[in-house]
T-cell receptor, first 114, second 116 residues
Framework: SQKIEQNSEALNIQEGKTATLTCNYT??????LQWYRQDPGRGPVFLLL?????KEKRKERLKVTFDTTLKQSLFHITASQPADSATYLC?????????????FGTGTLLAVQP | NAGVTQTPKFQVLKTGQSMTLQCAQD?????MSWYRQDPGMGLRLIHY???????DQGEVPNGYNVSRSTTEDFPLRLLSAAPSQTSVYFC???????????????FGAGTRLSVL
């Protein structure tokens, strides 16, 4: 069956450390993988996009890796801050999939302790 | 620039009632979508539209209708509300002309719906 999985439990880390969130999928062939941030009571906000033939993308303190052999993406936040506390969603944009149809993971709640 | 605007923010319905969730965007995006978000289920696509007059079903379309008469507006209609439709509903838009970023979704703030 097709699945996309993120850490189901909350991730608690200390301020200043690097947070690493995982997104694993099975039986999908994504052309792109996207990461979003969602704050309580708000809609998701796009953060980063990585293509299947790209190993790594960076944006300020954020880094995303994409391993199509392992069928996994890792999302890193370096020098984490309490303001980074939120739920982070990954989403697959499939090869040959209809335009505008993304498959979303359930999200990982990140809590950064001061 | 307001982006994607959803109304109402909260709604309580009784089983069997109908209502329309409104969504408007001011970014001139051709593509718009409706998602529902439930605990442990992630965002699931209900219906989507690739332009005015064109709509299609997503993963969970039953019990919902959509229409797209203008580029800006994409209302979602609940025909006869059921408790299983208690959820948070998000409208999103995207720009198909933006190359590799064409499927990046711009979301509204959501409508929290309870069906009793």
């Amino acid at each position: 069956s097709q699945k996309i999985e993120q850490n189901s439990e909350a991730l608690n880390i200390q301020e200043g450390k690097t947070a690493t969130l995982t997104c694993n999928y099975t039986n999908y062939s994504p052309a792109y993988l996207q990461w979003y941030r969602q704050d309580p009571g708000r809609g998701p906000v796009f953060l980063l996009l990585i293509r299947e033939n790209e190993k790594e993308k960076r944006k300020e303190r954020l880094k995303v890796t994409f391993d199509t052999t392992l069928k996994q993406s890792l999302f890193h936040i370096t020098a984490s801050q309490p303001a980074d506390s939120a739920t982070y969603l990954c989403a697959l944009d499939l090869k040959g999939g209809a335009t505008n149809k993304l498959i979303f993971g359930t999200g990982t709640l990140l809590a950064v302790q001061p | 620039n307001a982006g994607v605007t959803q109304t109402p923010k909260f709604q309580v319905l009784k089983t069997g009632q109908s209502m329309t969730l409104q969504c408007a965007q001011d970014m001139n995006h051709e593509y718009m979508s409706w998602y529902r978000q439930d605990p442990g289920m992630g965002l699931r696509l209900i219906h989507y539209s690739v332009g005015a007059g064109i709509t299609d079903q997503g993963e969970v379309p039953n019990g919902y209708n959509v229409s797209r008469s203008t580029t800006e507006d994409f209302p979602l209609r609940l025909l006869s509300a059921a408790p299983s439709q208690t959820s948070v509903y998000f409208c999103a838009s995207s720009d198909p002309t933006s190359g590799r970023t064409k499927n990046i979704q711009y979301f509204g703030a959501g409508t929290r719906l309870s069906v009793l």
